[in-house]
């Protein structure tokens, strides 16, 4: 059973948004880094956003800078991935994980993971 849940994926046309949330019931959150990452057929997975325990540390990689937004509900004990402008390429399955510890984009770094959403984009 993983410690995390992803949800918000699904079908979508180029230009179009989409919104990933990542919720966790046996972890709180707000005490840890969370990314997100994602890894397309045959193809390693890759640091898309992360956050740390404040919003304002807060790291994408290159192909998601002003696309994509990662932010935090500590209420709701859930960390967002607000996707706009989407292309083809960005088809694949997003993880979200946590980490004690500095957000990094480095899969290997952490230590709780989600089962993935499926994200496609396609006309």
């Known amino acids: 059973q993983s410690e995390l849940v992803e949800s918000g994926g699904g079908l979508v046309q180029p230009g179009g948004s989409l919104r990933l949330s990542c919720t966790a019931s046996?972890?709180?959150?707000?005490?840890?880094?969370v990314g997100w990452f994602r890894q397309g057929p045959g193809e390693d997975r890759d640091g898309v956003s992360c956050?740390?325990?404040?919003?304002?540390?807060?790291d994408y990689d290159d192909s998601a800078k002003g696309r994509f937004t990662i932010s935090r509900d500590n209420a709701k004990n859930t960390v967002y991935l607000q996707m706009n402008s989407l292309k083809p390429e960005d088809t694949a399955i997003y993880y979200c994980?946590?980490?004690?510890?500095?957000?990094?984009?480095?899969?290997?770094?952490?230590?709780?993971w989600g089962p993935g959403t499926q994200v496609t984009v396609s006309s």
């Open positions: 046996a972890l709180t959150l707000s005490n840890y880094a």
């Open positions: 994980a946590a980490r004690i510890g500095r957000p990094r984009l480095i899969p290997y770094e952490y230590e709780y």
């Open positions: 956050i740390g325990v404040t919003d304002d540390s807060a």
